[in-house]
């Protein structure tokens, strides 16, 4: 369907100075390096910061691997550190695995962060692939392993980002998603303790199982797996937290915007065989009909005493863009600065995918955004500072001021020296050249 010419499209602004994730200087990094893992555990011999991270991993005090994947996590995200993932991927990998196994829940929640980074880093491939097959056992050993909400959360966005940079085909990224979906809807007989998940567990759970759904085909996915998918969304509609409401808003909006909707409902198991096409056309109008009526309560939703102005204007606009999508058609279409550059989305699956990596990213979205080609192909996104295929590097603003105004300090320069060949040509020529200098003075 075409899109509306008088569709709106929300500009968001993205301060590089994120408070999420604040980034350490360089130098400031670099001054503390025989203080930050502890003097008497690392020797400051060496001039890599992450090497000496790296090494700080093999150390036995806990707090020690703490501060050495903390550091890490800044180089990741201040840098993309391809040189040092290179040398070191292996290692890096088995130090954060082993730290998932015996840390506190801190330490394994910073291993995870570090893993997920590292994914973001290596892009698709061997190294990626890698990642994956050699972290969902250890991830789903943490899960059952206790239930304190920082280290699940942390585990549950470790699986989604990896699964979704090293997964190759949708076995593999099913399996994810249902490691994931048993932590807050767990099957009879699952090994998954039942206990009651907080509000920001349903909301991660909810947000990752979406994230790896948007790399989905409608007609690969399996059945049996999400027959109660859009019930359960649905009953999270009518939760009181607004973070849970909207995760779940997404996710529906996402599986209608698939398609196949008979596999997210435990209603069309009797539908399936020998039904009328009527039968599940007004099945599917039925659920459709559902959404549609919480959708519209929810975009109107007054706010109530004490409640976050933030999370219900949030709340309202992203129902307001679901109505309209299940009226008319029309995806939400968002555009981001990054530096100088746009970064566009116009569907559920794009915006889902941004929403989640920036949460991710936090402080390094904008330099992963910028520098990292594994995102650059996901989004379609070719940023300016990119260096051309001919070779020249495209300025920046502030670059351009300096070198091509004509108040540069290189142009006045060059104009300096041109009136100075023109003085020293007047001088010195006769004949034709003596009349066409004149001709330039007239």
Not at 38 to 61: F, I, S, T, W
Not at 259 to 265: I, P
Not at 417 to 437: C, E, P, T, W
Request: glycine share 8%.
């Amino acid at each position: 369907m075409g899109k509306r010419s008088s569709q709106k499209k929300n500009a968001v602004m993205l301060d590089s100075d994120d408070d999420d994730s604040s980034i350490s200087s360089s130098s400031s990094i670099r001054s503390d390096r025989i203080s930050i893992f502890g003097a008497e555990e690392v020797q400051p011999v060496k001039d890599n910061l992450l090497d000496q991270a790296l090494d700080a991993l093999y150390e036995r005090r806990g707090s020690t691997r703490e501060k050495a994947l903390t550091a890490i996590i800044e180089a990741f995200n201040s840098n993309m550190q391809h040189e040092f993932v290179e040398k070191k991927f292996a290692t890096l990998l088995n130090q954060c695995l082993s730290c998932i196994k015996r840390g506190s829940s801190k330490e394994i929640s910073l291993a995870c962060r570090v893993i997920g980074l590292l994914a973001l880093t290596v892009g698709c491939g061997d190294n990626a692939r890698e990642i994956l097959e050699e972290s969902v056992t250890p991830l789903s050993q943490a899960l059952k392993s206790g239930f304190e909400s920082l280290k699940i959360v942390s585990v549950i966005e470790c699986l989604a980002i990896v699964t979704f940079v090293g997964g190759n085909d949708p076995e593999e990224t099913e399996r994810s998603m249902e490691i994931m979906w048993h932590v807050v809807h767990p099957k009879l007989g699952s090994n998954v303790v039942a206990v009651k998940p907080s509000p920001p567990l349903i909301t991660a759970v909810v947000s990752s199982w979406a994230f790896l759904l948007t790399t989905m085909d409608g007609w690969t996915l399996s059945p049996k797996h999400w027959q109660e998918a859009i019930s359960y969304l649905s009953s999270l509609l009518d939760k009181d937290d607004r973070s849970i409401r909207i995760a779940a808003g997404e996710a529906l909006a996402l599986i209608f915007e698939i398609g196949s909707l008979e596999k997210f409902s435990s209603e069309s198991k009797s539908l399936k065989d020998g039904a009328a096409q009527g039968e599940k056309y007004n099945h599917i109008h039925g659920l459709k009909g559902k959404f549609l009526n919480q959708a519209r309560n929810l975009s109107a939703e007054a706010g109530g005493k004490g409640s976050a102005k933030k999370d219900l204007n949030s709340q309202r606009n992203l129902f307001k863009d679901i109505l309209e999508f299940l009226e008319d058609g029309y995806c939400p279409e968002t555009s981001m600065k990054i530096g100088g550059d746009s970064l566009e989305t116009s569907t559920w699956s794009n915006l889902i995918q941004l929403n989640f990596l920036k949460r991710f990213l936090g402080g390094g979205f904008i330099k992963h955004m910028q520098d990292n080609e594994f995102l650059h192909d996901v989004f379609g996104f070719t940023p300016k500072r990119k260096q051309l295929a001919s070779g020249e590097l495209r300025m920046s603003g502030g670059e351009k001021r300096l070198y091509k105004s004509p108040n540069s300090v290189l142009n006045k320069a060059r104009t300096q020296f041109l009136n100075k060949q023109r003085m020293v040509s007047k001088d010195k020529n006769i004949g034709h050249y003596a009349v066409n200098q004149g001709n330039e003075e007239a």
